[in-house]
């Protein structure tokens, strides 16, 4: 359905712009509207479609979302704090799904200017609000039964796994900092208390090694000295870009922790700590397992 | 002297590229258009054809996205180019910007006071002005950042250039920081909006902000043209300026605010581009004359022709993404500019104040 | 004629021109002369206009120059200082044509062009016309500016009112070669009606050039004469605090004077 061109005769067209106007520019084609063309900016959103199986619909991503890996496939639209409006409608799609956090602010006048509809579809803070995401998503895209089942299915195991942990209250909890790599201004950021990450944390046992409470807190090399945790938990990118344990724990700051001096400092993906999910009961186990790694080995 | 030089034959060779360059902009991109639906259009939107239901997303697009955006990218190379031209009179020196004297970068200040603290009880005021409060904080920063400039560089009566390259570089220094502090104390989104306006983007066009830069432009162009003459002869220096028939203080302080009410309408809205008023004038010069009278004409046509090729090549590369603008100048502008100034450096010509 | 009457000039404390009042003789070639620091150049600048005095009147031609707008004053009085440096580059035709720019609002006109030439002419500078002014050595940039400031007080025979030129040490950075070919040029001047007043570094060359001298001291009219005979040895030495004495030339008669340090 989409014909547009591949990258080779774009670049081609480009470099012979004035000419290749009236040579290669062709008529649009009219607009279809009976299938469902969904561009959805949210990693999360993303990986829900998929999981209940209604990926069908979407012909659009963000530059972010990258799970499940057959999700690169699809067209990405770019970063989605930076998308233009143009690239967004140019795959015809009607319906552009978001969580809310997309910018600039004015593709959304953009888009309702042209007639596509924007649907938000917050995602909340707790597995019930993940659970009511999917179930919503069921309904609206015509995946009830596969959207109740996971839910109800992520709900059961979320609930056993919780009840597990109460094994942790009267353990030694350690001190954990979770460091997130910030892109945008290069730097590491904290999980404070409160966040989907610290509350993790808490149920595998663990106390977060920041105070303060709210999202995400920037990290100087004091900042993480005086956190003092006894483990740390990097996210791929900022982990990635040494390569190794020993390497991050090189890092100022970092290299005063007990977590370097002890080795002990992990790696975990990004969107284990992020957001509720499906996949939410194997990163708390894999988080269980590296606070407490003398009594983890259970599936 | 504009007749015998053949002027004439090279405004009409910027417009035809000029012509090209936004045919070519507004027919490529994410969606494509040919320049019979284009026409078509067109009628239909002064009125003259009835529009038809099947064609109305490209039609919208057309009409709402892409002429706007596509008229905004000349106007910004066209005030680019202007501005470049006209600091570098000024300033008598190659090596100036736009962003030199304050300009673009107090505009980016308080367009980022808005986006960073709009929200909160001190700015709140701002909430009833919407969308206006970007352009309208950008306009008032760029504003004072200008003047303070001037006035840390004017002294009894007499504008001394050198101050005032060196007051627009603190002032400069001074509002990046400030920006800087405020996308530091930002939360996460608002962090990352500065970044991406600051990188320069033609995305959020539409119709009232394009008339606005237009008007703007060409009031600022009007008044401008009158200036050549004074500003060859400040080429001589102030005192041989004056002795000419020329006030150049009253000058000075008058091509100024009309600079700087330019760029920041404009930086307001599509955020901070560099390059181009450096580079502009300086290819011109090389190609043709240092006469301002011909300058000041030949950068708008120039400029704006310049930025259509950058915005084609921004939505172009990774489309249906695009670069910020910011990026493209930086990467074409820099290598230029660094040629061109070791070509000079070679030819041995003299780039010093008078 | 241009007189100044009562003239002082400030510039925060310093007090640099000091109740100056002299009229500078029309039609003639008048020299200032004085050491540094003395406030020639503050003193040709009030009498061009280009400085506002802080007390007393600048007169051109019974006409306070306070009066006279700056267009009309550009077409009537013309300055040419030290080296010129233009920061970007133009052909040498196009830095003459800034001299006409008094003349004319948006576009020269065929006689404004029939000026430039005959302007370049007679610093005998035709065969750069259309070269690069950067390329030019420093006493042929100076020709240049010469042609420019000549353009702008061009007397053809149609004109009336007296013309004015001012030379602000004109010279100081050009070989001998230029130096006496610039001072020729603006002597010739006299006859086609045009008065100049100069400061020239240079004793001698200010004496053997001048027709009128005005000597200046800490800013003050040390001396006026038409006679440089008049000038003394007692003035030079105090105002310029060296050893001052007359020598003849053996073969002309024509005397001059020889320095040695005081």
Excluded at chain 1, 140 to 147: G, V
Excluded at chain 3, 24 to 30: G, H, M, Y
Excluded at chain 3, 76 to 84: C, G, T
Aim: glycine share 8%.
């Amino acid at each position: 359905m989409n014909s547009r061109p591949s990258r080779a005769t774009r670049t081609a067209t480009a470099v012979a712009s004035l000419a290749l106007v009236f040579a290669f520019a062709r008529p649009l084609q009219a607009q279809g509207a009976q299938p469902e063309r969904v561009v959805c900016v949210s990693k999360q959103i993303n990986e829900f479609m998929f999981a209940i199986g209604a990926q069908g619909v979407l012909v659009g991503r963000d530059l972010t979302s990258i799970y499940p890996p057959a999700i690169v496939k699809l067209t990405s639209i770019g970063y989605h704090r930076a998308l233009n409006a143009e690239g967004i409608i140019s795959l015809r799609p009607t319906l552009f799904l978001t969580d809310g956090n997309y910018g600039p602010a004015e593709v959304t006048a953009q888009l309702e200017k042209v007639g596509v509809p924007i649907l938000t579809i917050k995602p909340g803070q707790s597995i019930d609000s993940a659970a009511a995401l999917l179930v919503t998503l069921g309904k609206r895209f015509h995946r009830e039964h596969a959207a109740d089942s996971i839910a109800s299915a992520m709900k059961t195991k979320m609930a056993a796994a919780l009840k597990d942990t109460v094994k942790w209250a009267n353990g030694p909890k350690p001190r954990v900092l979770i460091m997130h790599f910030g892109q945008i201004a290069n730097n590491y950021l904290g999980l404070r208390r409160g966040s989907i990450g610290d509350q993790m944390l808490r149920w595998a046992g663990g106390v977060n090694a920041l105070d303060s409470i709210g999202g995400m807190q920037r990290l100087t090399p004091e900042a993480i000295a005086k956190a003092a945790p006894d483990i740390i938990i990097a996210t791929d990118v900022g982990f990635d870009r040494f390569g190794s344990g020993e390497k991050f724990a090189a890092m100022p700051g970092v290299d005063l922790t007990p977590a370097a001096k002890t080795h002990r400092i992990y790696r975990i993906e990004e969107d284990d700590v992020m957001y509720y999910g499906p996949r939410t009961v194997d990163a708390l186990h894999r988080i269980e397992a590296i606070l407490h790694p003398a009594a983890a080995g259970r599936k | 002297m504009p007749e015998r030089r053949g002027y004439g034959r090279i405004y009409l060779l910027l417009t035809v590229l000029l012509a090209a360059s936004v045919l070519a902009s507004a027919a490529l991109g994410a969606f494509r258009f040919t320049p019979a639906e284009m026409f078509r259009y067109l009628l239909q939107a002064i009125g003259i054809s009835e529009p038809a239901a099947t064609d109305a997303l490209a039609r919208n697009v057309f009409l709402h996205l892409r002429l706007p955006r596509v008229i905004v990218a000349g106007l910004t190379g066209a005030v680019l180019g202007v501005s470049g031209t006209l600091m570098q009179g000024v300033f008598r020196n190659p090596i100036v910007e736009p962003g030199l004297a304050g300009t673009s970068a107090g505009a980016a200040f308080g367009a980022a006071l808005v986006f960073v603290l709009g929200e909160r009880t001190t700015l709140a005021f701002t909430q009833p002005l919407g969308t206006l409060a970007v352009p309208l904080f950008a306009f008032i920063g760029s504003f004072l950042a200008t003047m303070l400039v001037y006035r840390a560089s004017a002294s009894f009566g007499k504008v001394n250039v050198f101050t005032l390259l060196l007051a627009g570089i603190a002032v400069n220094a001074v509002c990046t920081a400030g920006t800087g502090f405020l996308s530091y104390i930002a939360r996460d989104p608002q962090a990352r909006n500065i970044t991406f306006w600051n990188l320069g983007t033609f995305t959020t066009a539409n119709w009232r902000g394009t008339i606005v830069i237009a008007v703007v432009f060409a009031i600022s162009f009007a008044a401008l043209s009158r200036h050549g003459k004074s500003l060859n002869a400040l080429m001589l220096g102030e005192d041989e300026a004056a002795s000419l028939g020329i006030d150049p203080s009253a000058l000075i302080l008058r091509l100024i605010i009309i600079n700087t009410a330019m760029v920041a309408v404009d930086t307001a809205m599509v955020g901070v581009i560099a390059f181009i008023g450096l580079v502009v004038p300086h290819i011109l010069r090389m190609l043709w004359s240092s006469d301002y009278t011909f300058l000041i004409p030949a950068s708008a046509l120039a400029g704006a022709f310049l930025m259509e090729v950058i915005d084609v090549i921004a939505r172009f590369v990774i489309s249906p993404a695009e670069l910020p603008i910011g990026i493209i100048t930086a990467v074409i502008g820099a290598p230029v500019f660094l040629w061109i100034l070791l070509r000079q450096q070679r030819a041995g010509s003299v780039v010093v104040d008078g | 004629m241009v007189e100044l009457r009562g003239v002082h000039y400030r510039a925060g404390a310093a007090h640099i021109v000091r109740g100056v009042s002299l009229a500078f003789r029309a039609r003639k070639f008048n020299v200032i002369l004085g050491p540094n620091g003395a406030g020639k150049s503050t003193l040709l600048k009030l009498a061009t206009g280009l400085l506002e005095a802080s007390e007393g009147a600048v007169i051109y031609d019974d006409e306070p120059v306070k009066a006279i707008g700056v267009g009309p004053l550009a077409r009537r009085r013309a300055v040419l200082s030290q080296h010129v440096e233009l920061a970007f580059p133009l052909p040498v035709e196009d830095v003459v044509m800034m001299g006409r720019y008094p003349h004319f609002a948006r576009v020269p006109s065929q006689h404004d062009r029939d000026i430039i030439a005959q302007a370049l002419e007679v610093v005998e500078m035709t065969a750069f016309r259309v070269r690069s002014y950067s390329t030019l050595s420093g006493g042929e940039q100076q020709k240049v500016q010469l042609a420019r400031v000549l353009a702008q007080i061009w007397m053809d025979d149609q004109q009336t009112g007296e013309k004015y030129l001012f030379l602000d040490e004109p010279t100081s950075n050009l070989d001998i070669y230029y130096e006496l070919h610039l001072l020729e040029a603006a002597r010739a001047l006299l006859a086609r009606g045009c008065t100049v007043i100069a400061i020239l570094h240079d004793i001698n060359q200010a004496l053997r050039y001048g027709d009128a001298f005005f000597v200046l001291e800490k800013g003050r009219l040390a001396q006026e004469t038409d006679d440089e005979s008049a000038i003394s040895a007692e003035l030079l030495e105090r105002v310029f605090r060296v050893r001052a004495r007359r020598a003849t030339d053996a073969r002309s008669g024509e005397t001059f004077w020889r320095f040695d340090p005081g």
